[in-house]
Structures are given as structure tokens and as C-alpha cells.
């Protein structure tokens, strides 16, 4: 009896069918979710190529198109806006007083164009091999070398700080609900997205604007980073420079509580 149970034929064949029984389930298993898998992909395919489908678009292909859109809506929105500015103009009922008042207010809201002496700044992201040209400082992190929000908003808020009577960015005029944004490295302003160089053009006293430029503690903290990381900065003189008026939306968006 000892001897029987001890025995490799009829002790161990039980269990090695109950462990390769599992192993066999489990590649039929496989095989089987492969095949739904490959089934799958062709009934939605459908001839086509799924990772190029034109249906597919990446994101940033479809931010940059939506901003292409809210370009041309701006336009067209300006161009109406003129039209209707034209007519009201016929014969509105309105005294030459009260047609004074309406304009000085218009310009001061950034509505309408406006000229005058100005200087532009340039801010640009860093080349990508940068490295610390001074010493003492670290190797640059991959977020020292772009431009952040925080550095657009320090420029305008010194033009601003510096008596700036407009300012345009990029290729839009601020008004007093301007926000600029930035995701990632990317400008998101009124509904439209640029890519550095990212340009700042004021309207003002040159002298008076540049005093303001340095003086910002905010940006005497950039040009940190401009000095050891190559951070672009330029800051140009214009002469007289048309600013556009504002063309966009002025409908206030604020939320309400649910009744």
C-alpha cells in the first residue's frame, strides 16, 4: 500500500490534469477576446484607418480652428456693429453734447481706434537646449523656459501702471473684462489662441511706460530668467501706432443660482 501511493504514475497524474485543465481555459480565453478585439476594430473601422481618421481631430487641431471661427465671427461682428453705428447716426435725436459724451466714453471703454506714440514688448519662450549662463544657478527646469501667464499679465499691468491709454495684444485690444489666460504656453484671449512671440503694444508716454516696465517687481523677477535661461524681452519704440478698437462681445457671463 505504502508503496502504491508513493508511486510518480498514480500519485501525480491527478494533479497534473487538474493544473493544465486552467491553463488550457484560460489560452482559449485569450484567443477568444482577441478575436472580439480584432472583430471590433474593423466593424468600427470600416475600411478606414482609425489613427488617422480625418473624424479624429486632436485637440489642439480643433482649439485652433474653434479660434479661427471666433476670429472671423469678430470681424464680422465689427463690421455690423459699424453698420449699425452709421445708421443710428442718421437721425438718433441726440445733441451734439450728448454725441460728445457718448465718444469720450466709447474711447475710454476701448471701443473705438486710437492712436497716439507707443512701444511694443516681445516676450518669447527660451531655446529648448538652454542652459544657466550664469553661475550659480540650476540647470533649467522645462517650465523655466517658456512664458507663463503671470509674465503677460505683469506686462500689462505695468503699461497699465505706467498711464498705457490702450493696449493691444497680439492682435487684439484690451477693454476692462479682458482676461489674458494662457494654458500651458498658450494664449487663450477672447476666444481666440496664439503661440509665442507674444507681442504688447500701449498707447502712451514711451519715457513713462518704460520707467513703469522696469520699476514692476514682477518683471524685474523675469528678467532673472531672461539673463540666465534666454528668455526673449525686447521692448521697441514705435512712433505713432492705430490701435484697433474693440470688436468683440460685451455681454456680461456670470453665474446664477439654480431655483
Known sequence: ?????????????????????????????????????????????????????????????????????????GES?????EDVESLAERDDGRTKAEDDELAALEKRAGTQKLTGDAITVTLNDAPPDATAKLPGYPEPQPDYLVIHQQDLQAVVNALWEGGAEGIKVMDQRLISTSAVRCVGNTLI?????????????????PEKLQRALTASPAIQNYMVYVNVY????????????????????????????VE
Do not use: C
Open 230 to 257: 534666454g528668455l526673449g524681452w525686447k521692448v521697441e519704440e514705435n512712433g505713432a501706432v492705430t490701435l484697433p478698437g474693440y470688436s468683440g462681445t460685451v455681454d456680461l457671463h456670470y453665474a446664477k443660482p
Open 189 to 205: 484671449l477672447q476666444g481666440r489662441v496664439y503661440s509665442p512671440p507674444y507681442k504688447i503694444t500701449a498707447v502712451g508716454d
Open 77 to 81: 461682428n465689427a463690421a455690423l456693429r
Open 1 to 73: 500500500m505504502s508503496n502504491s501511493a508513493d508511486s510518480p504514475e498514480t500519485g501525480s497524474s491527478p494533479a497534473r490534469r487538474r493544473a493544465f485543465r486552467p491553463v488550457r481555459l484560460l489560452t482559449v480565453a485569450v484567443f477568444a477576446l482577441a478575436g472580439l478585439i480584432f472583430f471590433t476594430s474593423f466593424n468600427t473601422a470600416k475600411g478606414t484607418n482609425i489613427r488617422t481618421d480625418a473624424s479624429l481631430l486632436k485637440l489642439s487641431d480643433l482649439i485652433h480652428e474653434r479660434s479661427r471661427q471666433n476670429g472671423e465671427r
